[in-house]
């Protein structure tokens, strides 16, 4: 999506940094190929059930550790092992945070396509404070980010575009946040995702 005026970074909140067009072309291209080897089965792609019966719109696959609403495990709902973490992604997380030190070992990988939407929510089912690093591909969205006390205003909504990255830590960390829509036709065109969005967080489990 091109633009007149030169998106800068910015900090949305105290501990949450936008940094637009992070990842080149050639990043992304990689980073859409590395998506559909995740996606595919066993431990594959699937959409999340709630502990209420409801189906979450966006689809999964996890690296590193399974997510299941509310905790982690080794296995996916089709009881074979999570895909492997890879080094490469860790090194891609430090380079995101700025700190040698990040050692990221969970990998969420959400694809939405033009219904699917995300709740307000915290990202705490991880022990410890470290940040959260969320890659985009693709579409742009609408993201929501909130405040720590509740899914209600304040909150900013930015405009996540294709190798777009926002992290938030320290203050921020457990700031509630969501996607209200997403903005299909909006993605470039030669990155190999002809439609929808993926979102890749990075996040560090404590286990």
Known sequence: MDTLIPR??????????HVPD???LDQQRE??????EWARPPAGMRATRLPGGGVMSVRTVCLGWH???YRYSRTADDGTPVKAFPDWLGELGRRAVGDSHYRPDIALVNY????A???MHQD???????????????????FRFGNTEHRGKPWADVELRS???FVFGGPSRLAYHGVPKTLPGTGPLDIGLAEGRLNITLRVSGL
């Open 163 to 165: 190798g777009d990255l």
């Open 8 to 17: 800068e970074p910015r900090w949305v909140a105290p501990g949450a940094r």
């Open 22 to 24: 992070w990842l080149d």
């Open 124 to 142: 705490r089912d991880e022990r410890g404070d470290a940040p959260v690093v969320s890659l985009s591909l693709g579409d742009a969205c609408v």
């Open 67 to 69: 997510w299941t609403p």
């Open 112 to 115: 939405y396509d033009s219904a």
């Open 117 to 119: 939407r995300m709740g």
């Open 31 to 36: 980073l859409v190929l590395a998506c559909r």
